[in-house]
């Protein structure tokens, strides 16, 4: 059973930036997908970014294209998000979401393993 951690959240002023971690464990291969969502207060859930464990290219939202970046230490199961030029629109809580063998897509039901969350704030 697959579990993902997040770690990495906290309060910046717009401008700054941080970096966000997602751990997963009980993982034998990289064929699977690692995808951030995040959820400010009385919104819906939105995919952030996306990336195939087994290689290929990351996938961004045009919302963050250009300000957010995606990679992963494969041998550490690791996904992380680099997140730059943070505007108070980008507070929310991010989770890290993950689905087996196919990456396409932000459609949350299709991800089965989740993780708890970790808040993200930026003030103005």
């Known amino acids: 059973q697959m579990q993902l951690l997040e770690s990495g959240g906290g309060s910046v002023q717009a401008g700054g930036s941080l970096r966000l971690s997602c751990a997963a464990s009980g993982v034998a291969n990289s064929d699977y997908c690692l995808s951030w969502f995040r959820q400010a207060p009385g919104k819906g859930r939105e995919g952030v970014a996306r990336?195939?464990?087994?290689?290929?290219?990351?996938y961004y939202a045009d919302s963050v294209e250009g300000r957010f970046t995606v990679y992963a230490d494969t041998a550490m199961n690791t996904l992380f998000l680099q997140m730059t030029s943070l505007e108070p629109e980008d507070a929310a809580v991010y989770y890290c979401?993950?689905?087996?063998?196919?990456?396409?897509?932000?459609?949350?039901?299709?991800?089965?393993?989740w993780g708890q969350g970790t808040q993200v704030n930026v003030s103005s």
């Open positions: 990336l195939y464990l087994g290689g290929g290219s990351p």
């Open positions: 979401a993950a689905r087996w063998h196919i990456c396409a897509g932000f459609d949350s039901i299709e991800y089965p393993y």
